[in-house]
């Protein structure tokens, strides 16, 4: 299950609904850039790689995507309650402008609804 409205999402990663915050990765198509400004492309044993001037260090990874994002909160759905427990991080969500405030409660009431469903049909099995 995937839900987003704008740059709020609410997704299942590793067994865990959890709604993010996405925004613009600073770091994509930079590393000519960074280069020009005295980085140097690492390369590690294993094949990853990074680019590292001084004591700052970027994984290789961090270049991939356009977007990038963290959690505001996980959904851990309530056997006992039927619905979900709303677990923020930190002040996370308190830190959302109103807009996102306002798409964050509309993806989350979407996926309220679908993980309820999801659940209360596998208790029928």
Same mark, same amino acid.
């Given at each position: 299950?995937? *839900? /987003? *409205?704008?740059? *709020? ?6 067994? %865990? ?19 020009? &400004?005295?980085?140097?492309? +690492?390369?590690?044993? &294993?094949?990853?790689?990074?680019? %590292? +001037? &001084? ?5 290789? @990874? =961090?270049?991939?995507?356009?977007? @990038? =994002?963290? %959690? ?5 759905? &309530? !056997?006992? #309650?039927? =619905? ?7 002040? /996370?969500?308190?830190?959302?402008? +109103?807009? #996102?405030?306002? !798409?964050?409660?509309?993806?989350? /009431?979407? !996926?309220?609804? /679908?993980?309820?469903? #999801?659940?209360?049909?596998?208790? #029928?099995?």
């Amino acid at each position: 299950m995937r *839900i /987003r *409205i704008d740059n *709020i999402e609410c997704r299942n990663s590793h067994g %865990t609904y959890e709604i993010v915050k996405w925004y613009n990765n600073t770091y994509y198509g930079s590393e000519a850039r960074m280069i020009a &400004d005295g980085y140097e492309r +690492k390369v590690f044993p &294993d094949g990853n790689w990074a680019m %590292t +001037k &001084d004591w700052h260090t970027v994984h290789g @990874s =961090c270049f991939a995507n356009k977007e @990038s =994002c963290y %959690t505001i909160a996980m959904l851990k759905w &309530d !056997a006992d #309650e039927y =619905c979900n427990e709303l677990v923020s991080v930190g002040s /996370r969500l308190l830190d959302l402008s +109103k807009e #996102e405030r306002d !798409a964050f409660f509309e993806v989350y /009431r979407y !996926a309220e609804d /679908r993980i309820k469903q #999801e659940n209360l049909e596998e208790d #029928e099995d």
